[in-house]
């Protein structure tokens, strides 16, 4: 059975700092390009940051640039996603998905794969 489990998401202050990862079981992550999404209450889901399955290309939306950094542990069958300087219309529930595309996409509807999601609250 093919799972996505995320974790690593809490409450921080605005400036602040949390290390998502997003785990896998069942496949190996190592042939699917893995996005990272996020949907705030009231808002569509929206893509954060990708890494093809090569993992030679990354691709991240504009709000988190500078920010968020995507990477993959393919010992441990895992990406992770490195978030900096939170900001609270950071809060949201994050989401890992798998496509077997080899292209980095930030579409949601192009993933066929998806975790339970991870909650990260920014406030003070």
């Known amino acids: 059975q093919l799972q996505l489990v995320e974790s690593g998401g809490g409450l921080v202050q605005p400036g602040g700092s949390l290390r998502l990862s997003c785990a896998a079981s069942g496949f190996t992550l190592n042939y699917y390009t893995i996005g990272w999404f996020r949907q705030a209450p009231g808002k569509e889901r929206e893509g954060v940051s990708c890494i093809s399955s090569s993992g030679g290309s990354t691709n991240y939306a504009d709000s988190v640039k500078g920010r968020f950094t995507i990477s993959r542990d393919s010992a441990k069958n895992t990406v992770y996603l490195q978030i900096n300087s939170l900001k609270p219309e950071d809060t949201a529930v994050y989401y890992c998905?798998?496509?077997?595309?080899?292209?980095?996409?930030?579409?949601?509807?192009?993933?066929?794969?998806w975790g339970q999601g991870t909650q990260v609250t920014v406030s003070s």
């Open positions: 998905a798998a496509t077997s595309r080899s292209m980095c996409v930030m579409t949601p509807f192009l993933y066929n794969y």
